[in-house]
């Protein structure tokens, strides 16, 4: 009798595992929603801006974690098999999640690139520190996109399109109101910079994060401290030697530390150069989850601490 029992149990156990994971296969959620997964935080305020509440907006990497090398557990790479839409940066800022995106990519999930839709920025000539890294030499292209308002722009519009195209999810109104908005950030952020003295505009950071921000506002990338576009770079002690006196030669006042950068290394080059150390948040949203704060936020710091 008591066997009988269990084995019901377990029946009525395994029936209940296979109705959830029918419900569960396919991306729209219980709404009839469509889902969206972006895989970091700050494209992510953006797209959740976008869309609203006409789909439901999942973001991957968890805020302050480094997307340079976060990497999924099983039941994110679910979320992102099973999404109607992925939006990723792409540029190899995904490092960790690489893999989990090809594959779903492959499996035939809807993806949309945000690199694909800007003007992509590369490393220069005479930019940063020479070093052998892979992702520093002449060329290498940046993903840190999302520190300039007018890329985010462009991203926004295509995004729209394809929110449209792809899904059937109509964001036009949405879409034309966050592109006027993320002008006049621009304009913003424009005229605050014109009260730092130009010799000031000089940016060292932890990696190579400012470079859109730089080329879009007129500051000059002196070096990091990690040279390199990805937090993964090696840092060698020629490479933080040639950083001291790049440093130095250019008067530069303020390192800005970032996620993945070591604060005592930083502190260090502060110590020896007599430039201060200020914490810098690239790639974390602030408190409120707002992209416009974590803009406005970045351009105070640089500005404050620069002049
Ligand atoms: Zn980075």
């Known amino acids: 009798m008591k066997r009988k029992y269990i084995l019901l149990a377990a029946l009525v156990v395994l029936t ?24 970091y935080p700050v494209l992510g305020s953006v797209v959740k801006e976008l869309v609203g509440d006409k789909a439901t907006v999942n973001v991957s990497v968890p805020n302050g974690l480094d997307p340079h090398e976060w990497a999924p557990s099983a039941k994110d790479i679910e979320a992102i098999n099973k999404a109607d839409l992925v939006v990723q940066n792409g540029l190899g800022l995904e490092g960790g999640l690489e893999k989990t995106l090809k594959a779903a990519r492959d499996r035939g999930v809807l993806f949309f690139t945000a690199s694909d839709h800007i003007t992509v920025c590369r490393v220069g000539s005479g930019e940063g520190i020479p070093s052998g890294n892979p992702d520093q030499v002449i060329g290498a292209e940046d993903p840190h996109l999302w520190t300039d308002p007018v890329a985010m722009k462009s991203i926004v ?13 109509d964001v036009d109104t949405q879409s034309q109101d966050l592109q006027v908005r993320l002008e006049n950030l621009n304009k913003e952020i424009s005229d605050q910079v014109t009260h730092l003295p130009l010799d000031n505009r000089n940016l060292v950071t932890g990696h190579e994060s400012m470079g859109y921000f730089a080329q879009r506002y007129g500051f000059k990338l002196v070096g990091a401290i990690i040279p390199g576009i990805s937090t993964q770079a090696e840092v060698s002690a020629a490479d933080l030697a040639a950083l001291k006196k790049l440093i130095e030669n250019n008067h530069v006042k303020a390192i800005f530390a970032e996620l993945g950068t070591s604060t005592a290394v930083a502190k260090a080059i502060g110590n020896e150069t007599g430039a201060k150390v200020v914490e810098l948040p690239t790639h974390s949203l602030p408190k409120d989850g707002s992209y416009f704060s974590f803009e406005r936020n970045l351009a105070k710091i640089i500005i404050d601490a620069l002049q």
Do not use: F, M
Request: with cysteine.
């Open 157 to 169: 519009s295509a995004l729209a399109s394809q929110l449209k195209l792809g899904l059937g999810i």
């Open 16 to 39: 209940l595992v296979g109705t959830l994971a029918c419900q569960k296969s396919t991306g729209s959620n219980n709404n009839g929603q469509k889902s969206i997964v972006v895989t």
